[in-house]
């Protein structure tokens, strides 16, 4: 009898596919939540009522009594074409920065031949969580030399292959003092369990078990919480803001995890 349990195990070269599709996944995850954020913006909402309501005076739309009930109801047409264009412009506008986020991490060294890059630190290593063998979640920690390198390998005007070759190569061993949290990423049902802490848990011990380890680094999106919110309970905190995203600006932070601060977590 098989018994229901989750499990973190480590990357293998099978899950190639499976990984590059769940980071690619991750990645456009706050283009959802821009685009429902400007939805209920109070600019747009005030923009959409104005451009409903002067299309239905327009079309002399509005209830009259004479008429019947079902063709009182065409004002709500009104309103559903100008949600419309509303709606596709906002996501053209934001799409672009969720897109090249999504590409660059797919064109990054890290996911050319993802066993062979983490294998280059004793400290760097990528998991996935299973529960019942169906995929949940999955981390990766890089503290290569090259764990602070935004570096691509192929330009972004090619496609992101599979099987592209890196240009420099990526065979140098050693550690880094600062390691880099590279995808963490955990299925929407999931998220209620707290798995992600688990996750993260496991990959902060797995770095600082390697004694020239000093911090970890991390980006936490204001548009994705439930990372910000397991990293702040590990212990990260806000270092700086790495660059804003979509049409309202969306901060993307870099959080930091000092060796002490989470071996004073340990003792506590
Ligand atoms: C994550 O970002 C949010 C705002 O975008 C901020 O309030 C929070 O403190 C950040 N958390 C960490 C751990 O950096």
Redesign the pocket.
């Given at each position: 009898m098989s018994e229901s349990a989750a499990r973190i195990r480590p990357f293998q070269p099978s899950d190639q596919k499976l990984v590059r599709f769940y980071v690619g996944k991750s990645r456009m995850e706050g283009l959802t939540s821009a685009n429902v954020r400007v939805y209920t913006n109070f600019f747009v909402l005030a923009i959409w009522i104005a451009l409903s309501s002067a299309f239905v005076h327009y079309m002399q739309w509005w209830p009259r009594r004479e008429k019947g009930l079902l063709e009182n109801l065409s004002p709500l047409s009104a309103f559903a074409c100008m949600a419309l264009p509303i709606m596709f412009i906002t996501d053209w506008v934001n799409r672009p920065d969720f897109e090249k986020s999504m590409n660059d991490a797919l064109r990054r060294p890290d996911l050319v031949d993802t066993a062979i890059y983490y294998a280059r630190s004793p400290a760097s290593g990528f998991w996935i969580l299973e529960f019942n063998d169906r995929f949940v979640g999955l981390i990766a920690v890089d503290a290569s030399l090259d764990s602070t390198s935004d570096e691509v390998v192929v330009g972004s005007d090619k496609p992101a292959e599979e099987n592209a070759k890196p240009a420099k190569s990526y065979s140098t061993k050693g550690t880094s003092n600062v390691a880099t949290i590279r995808h963490f990423y955990v299925e929407e049902p999931y998220r209620t369990a707290s798995v992600q802490d688990d996750l993260l848990e496991h990959a902060i011990k797995h770095a600082f078990a390697e004694k020239e380890v000093e911090r970890i680094r991390?980006v936490?999106?204001?548009l994705v919480?439930y990372?910000?919110?397991a990293?702040?309970r590990q212990g990260?905190?806000?270092?700086s803001v790495l660059e804003t995203v979509g049409v309202l600006n969306?901060?993307?932070?870099?959080?930091?995890l000092e060796r002490k601060v989470w071996e004073s977590k340990q003792k506590a």
């Open positions: 991390a936490n999106e204001s919480p990372i910000g919110e990293l702040h990260f905190v806000s270092a969306w901060h993307v932070h870099e959080s930091v």
